[in-house]
């Protein structure tokens, strides 16, 4: 058997939980093996780490999230290919003094569900934890926000959004007199509305009261739910997926139809997507796009690829972006986004761009987060993504080790390819 055939072999084997007895993954006894890594319902699904695993494998189909459905993203007929590497890299990296890690010890570490690592268009390392495989969809979270990012790119270069100056409410009129259907969409994209939003995951803050309106009047009547001013619009970074609800709001407002609908052409058939997605909408039928975006693994890394690759299709000959160069260079490069936005002012680490995190320093280099330890992390000048999902133990990666040794991780990947 040649060499290639049997690496391909071996990693379907893996994928498919057949290659034998795989070493324990973190608190798998915790997070549901016993009981076959069980789907929680609807109060369970996200608070509940016993259905954490089952549960961020199968949002799309748990019943009455928001009250709604999830729509569906169809796939291409014609998906990018993912090459195989004939043998995985040796990839190093160090955290707690400890040098010389390998990718066996970072998911010995953390509660990795699945790792794809690509660089120029080929899959050089996949895993699975838990019992998850390359057929799974996995829950983005708030990596949602950076697709909606895109779709609000797309429909600004087609011109149904006249300008990101322009207030939610020019395109949602439900949104007028609200706070957020006030804000420009740049603000809303920024994070930088002025609302005052606690976003801290424990059931009581104002997210969960907004998602609570959200699932019992829908998103647009919903907007109103947060009125409380803590500055002016555009002057501070505040993090509040509010602001990215209302947004989609907006987006459907401006394209006519569902943000599914939109996407599914210029978006996911245009990467590529080998498996359809799915996105949990409200009773009306808008996506909750601050999260809730359901696809596979190797699909997100089909994603990134064309971020990597500045919005082109790897092998497209016109080299024709899906979305305009300008507005996801403006998304995603720090040296670009207002001094409230950038590195260490945004936050004490990232910078946030359109819906994108941005890394200090002076190669370009974004990523897209969500809670839990969802982490999509592009290189565009080494043409290198990570991809991994996570049934992290907290919502926020820093209160685990799991965002210092991710951060380590993704350094090693890097400097294995080229240089920080």
């Known amino acids: 058997m040649q060499r290639s055939h049997a690496r391909g072999l071996a990693a379907l084997m893996l994928a498919l939980g057949l290659a034998g007895t795989a070493p324990a993954a973190p608190d798998e006894e915790r997070l549901g093996k016993a009981a076959g890594y069980p789907v929680g319902d609807v109060q369970r699904w996200f608070f509940d780490e016993s259905v954490r695993v089952g549960s961020f494998t199968a949002q799309g189909e748990i019943a009455g999230i928001l009250n709604g459905k999830a729509n569906v993203l169809a796939p291409s007929a014609t998906p990018m290919p993912l090459p195989l590497a004939a043998q995985e890299p040796a990839l190093r990296w160090g955290a707690e003094g400890q040098k010389n890690l390998t990718v066996d010890d970072y998911l010995a570490r953390q509660r990795v569900m699945g790792l794809v690592i690509v660089k120029d268009g080929v899959v050089q390392l996949e895993r699975y934890q838990y019992g998850r495989h390359a057929g799974h969809r996995f829950v ?12 609000v790119g797309m429909a600004l270069g087609e011109g149904r959004i006249r300008s990101l100056d322009d207030r939610a409410s020019v395109y949602a009129p439900r949104l007028a007199g609200t706070l957020l259907g006030e804000t420009s969409l740049r603000h809303l994209l920024h994070m930088a509305s002025g609302l005052r939003c606690l976003e801290v995951y424990d059931g009581q803050d104002d997210a969960a009261r907004f998602g609570r309106a959200m699932a019992r009047l829908g998103i647009e009547a919903a907007a109103g739910v947060l009125a409380e001013r803590e500055g002016p619009a555009g002057e501070k970074f505040s993090y509040c997926s509010a602001n990215s609800h209302v947004l989609a709001a907006a987006l459907r407002g401006a394209t006519g139809s569902t943000l599914s609908e939109y996407l ?15 996105w949990r909408a409200d009773r009306s039928g808008l996506e909750a796009a601050g999260g809730n975006f359901n696809a596979t693994l190797r699909d997100y890394a089909r994603l990134a690829i064309v971020l990597a690759n500045d919005g082109v299709v790897p092998g497209d000959p016109a080299r024709k972006p899906i979305v305009e160069r300008e507005y996801l260079l403006d998304a995603t490069d720090w040296h670009r986004a207002p001094p409230a936005q950038q590195p260490q002012r945004a936050t004490p680490y990232f910078g946030y761009g359109y819906q994108f995190w941005t890394f200090p320093g002076p190669k370009r280099r974004f990523a897209m987060l969500g809670v839990f330890g969802q982490m999509i992390f592009i290189d565009p000048e080494l043409r290198l993504v990570m991809v991994q999902t996570t049934a992290n133990a907290t919502a926020r990666s820093d209160q685990t080790t799991l965002a210092r040794d991710a951060h380590a991780f993704w350094r090693g990947v890097v400097a294995h390819y080229g240089r920080w």
């Open 140 to 151: 983005s979270n708030s990596i949602a926000k950076s697709i909606l990012s895109l779709g």
């Open 264 to 278: 599914t052409p210029r978006l996911w058939q245009a990467i590529g997507a080998e498996t359809s997605a799915l």
